[in-house]
Every structure is written in structure tokens, then in C-alpha cells.
């Protein structure tokens, strides 16, 4: 299986916005792993687009959080 093969929304276990709920748990391992900024690098570089999205909203979301 190649990075885009692994990347692939499976429709069944999408959410609303259409981001599966494998490509969310990635992008949390990936940011809990090496950092936010580093994880968008390393996801927009492989084209793995659903994860960027995630990490996108992940990011805009703490911004949100802070005072």
C-alpha cells in the first residue's frame, strides 16, 4: 500500500465535513509526535490533504483557546 492508498477517506466512517475519523487520528499522532508545524510541513510536502485540513482546524482551534 502506497502513502496515497493510505491517505483515502473510507465514506463509511466520515464525518460531516468528510474527513474520516482514521485521517483525524493521524493528524494527532502526527502533531502529538512532532509538533504542529512540523506535522502540516511534513502532511502538505506528502500531499496528504484531508490530514492538512485536519491540522489546519487543530491549529486554528488552539489559537481560539488561548486568552
Known amino acids: 500500500m502506497n502513502s496515497s492508498q493510505a491517505m483515502q477517506d473510507d465514506p463509511t466512517t466520515s464525518s460531516a465535513d468528510g474527513v474520516s475519523e482514521q485521517t483525524r487520528a493521524l493528524a494527532r499522532r502526527l502533531s502529538g509526535h512532532m509538533g504542529l508545524d512540523a506535522a502540516i510541513q511534513i502532511s502538505t510536502e506528502n500531499q ?6 485536519v491540522l489546519l482546524e487543530m491549529r486554528k482551534n488552539s489559537k481560539r483557546a488561548r486568552p
Do not use: L
Open 48 to 53: 496528504w490533504h484531508g490530514v492538512v485540513s
